[in-house]
């Protein structure tokens, strides 16, 4: 039977909320960006993250701006094993506070600005029904005890996961306007990050039928099979002393053999006087006990010396298979106890950002920005673990990537302007325990455009496709990255001169990532949505 002690897998659960960004990093960082979806060029406030060269264009004096985000996400994974009780497994996903924060004062050609952004992560994922690794290995137990000779033919367990994953950062950038076309930015970002799981797999039941222990009602698995490895290690027990009791009989007939009798039936040594009756009788009964055929007009001590050492060796065989099917039994009841973990996983990390900002005409603005790789090392911090996989103390890399953003903005008249972006992940130089090996690196692009109803109003609507890079290998029902198509639309409302709000909602479409013949069984298939809610405002003075 498979042993089933690894069945509550978790693994390293990112709960991204980037229906814009790479793999680990989350660029959807202000409600400007929600409605227009490409901000790489910005030369707003929100331009600390996005274009921190292009600072410089705002007026003098001290600029702030929040924003807020409330997403909403559903995850779906199918899995066709056919011993399922359900193929379809779901998750929800929700951030309803996603915050940005930014402030900047700009002089003369200086600017100074700073931000909070959640740079990855930002909310929770609750899947109360498990996912497949979770459950495929429990389905598999009553097909592997009916092929074993084991009438069983359902399961039941109880199972919920939660997993949560918070990045926030913390950044300081500063701008210098060195001519009319060119400024620069130098910055750094820091931040924290943090990954719990809560989780449990318990009561996992079945319905066995074996004569005796289990009558085809539902038991505990846990139970039945702590009763199996008891009856086999009984059965072990009785196997041994009838090897034991065999051996000993074949020990008490060596004396006739050694006296040269030990060709002669037993009624010829009976009528010689060599045994009496009462002797023969007892080795009959023996013989009977070990189920072996005794006729003392035929069988001679000689053969009934080698039936019995026959009969020894096929109950010592017998010991030593039903001991291993004990120990195996009582694998299984260890494998399918109730299992529970409650683990955090804490780093912190360190990025260089480099801006550049080109406006070599007017109405055309260039952003260019670097971020640095950002080494980042998570170390367990464990309540419960009856897994095994989150000991305490143990560290694990978990970097991000670094990545390089290029946006153009232009204004072809003073009521419109177009926006694209693109934006390039260096996911294969990180460090993610192995699994880089199977990511490439990523890319994304976007067009959008700025459209001015009145001096007050401002619509907008942008589209924005990605392709993280993760290969076939990189995806599991508990971490995904798909490739996206986000359509996004909203405004910007001007109340006065110094003070705007923004607004916007944007919808994420993902490819289906269909992954064959999983390890633990069956095919599976993912899919998910995202569905994003935001609103910011703007202050200058």
């Known amino acids: 039977m498979r042993k089933i002690g690894t069945i509550f897998v978790v693994g390293l659960l990112l709960v991204g909320f980037a229906m814009a960004g790479g793999i680990v990093h989350n660029t959807n960082q202000s409600a400007d960006f929600i409605r227009l979806l490409n901000r790489n060029a910005s030369t707003d406030i929100d331009a600390v993250y996005f274009n921190p060269a292009g600072l410089t264009a705002l007026n003098d004096g001290l600029h702030f701006y929040l924003s807020n985000q409330t997403i909403f996400q559903n995850r779906t994974v199918t899995n066709d094993l056919g011993a399922l009780n359900s193929d379809t497994f779901e998750g929800e996903t929700s951030a309803p506070i996603f915050p940005n924060f930014y402030a900047v004062y700009k002089k003369d050609n200086l600017a100074v600005g700073a931000g909070f952004t959640p740079i990855g992560g930002g909310g929770s994922a609750v899947f109360d029904n498990g996912l497949p690794s979770f459950e495929v290995p429990v389905s598999l137990i009553p097909t592997s005890l009916a092929t074993g000779g084991v009438p069983t033919n359902k399961y039941s367990l109880d199972v919920a996961f939660e997993g949560s994953s918070v990045y926030l950062a913390g950044q300081a950038v500063v701008a210098y306007k060195i001519n009319d076309m060119f400024s620069v930015a130098g910055g750094a970002r820091y931040f924290q990050a943090s990954n719990t799981y809560e989780g449990h797999l318990k009561n996992i039941m079945i319905n066995p039928t074996v004569p005796g222990l289990a009558d085809g009602s539902m038991v505990k698995a846990e139970t039945f099979f702590n009763t199996m490895a008891s009856a086999l290690a009984d059965g072990a027990q009785q196997a041994l002393g009838g090897a034991a009791g065999a051996t000993a009989g074949a020990a008490a007939l060596q004396p006739l053999i050694d006296a040269g009798a030990g060709d002669l039936t037993f009624d010829t040594l009976i009528g010689l006087g060599l045994v009496d009756q009462a002797t ?190 993760a290969k076939d290998e990189y995806h599991s029902d508990f971490s995904q990255s798909f490739t996206t198509h986000t359509v996004g639309v909203g405004g910007r409302y001007y109340i006065n001169e110094g003070l705007y709000v923004s607004f916007g909602v944007s919808d994420t479409f993902y490819e289906d990532i269909e992954k064959d013949g999983v390890g633990y069984g069956g095919n599976e298939t993912y899919d998910k949505s995202t569905l994003n809610f935001a609103i910011g405002v703007g202050f200058s003075k």
């Not at 260089?352 to 920005?369: F, N, Q, V």
């Not at 978990?398 to 953003?405: E, G």
């Not at 959008?448 to 990605?466: C, I, M, Q, T, W």
């Open 280 to 469: 023969v009788d007892a080795t009959a009964g023996g013989f009977a006990a070990l189920g072996i055929p005794f006729d003392s007009s035929i069988m001679t001590p000689a053969q009934a010396q080698a039936a019995a050492l026959a009969a020894a060796q096929t109950y010592a065989d017998l010991a030593t298979d039903l001991t291993g099917q004990s120990a195996a039994m009582a694998a299984n009841a260890e494998g399918v106890k109730d299992k529970e973990v409650d683990a955090k996983q804490t780093g912190s990390g360190f990025a260089p950002i480099l801006g550049l900002y080109i406006s070599p005409m007017e109405g055309l603005d260039i952003g260019i920005r670097y971020e640095g790789k950002a080494e980042l090392t998570l170390e367990n911090e464990t309540k419960v673990d009856d897994t095994g996989l989150y000991q305490d103390g143990v560290e694990t890399s978990a970097d991000m990537p670094a990545m390089l953003s290029v946006g153009v903005g232009y204004t072809v008249m003073p009521s419109l302007r177009f926006v694209a972006d693109f934006n390039y992940y260096f996911n294969e130089d990180v460090d993610w325990e192995g699994r880089e090996d199977f990511v490439e690196n990523g890319i994304e692009y976007g067009l959008g455009l700025d459209f001015a109803v009145n001096d007050a109003l401002r619509l907008s609507a942008g589209y924005l496709s990605g392709s993280s890079g």
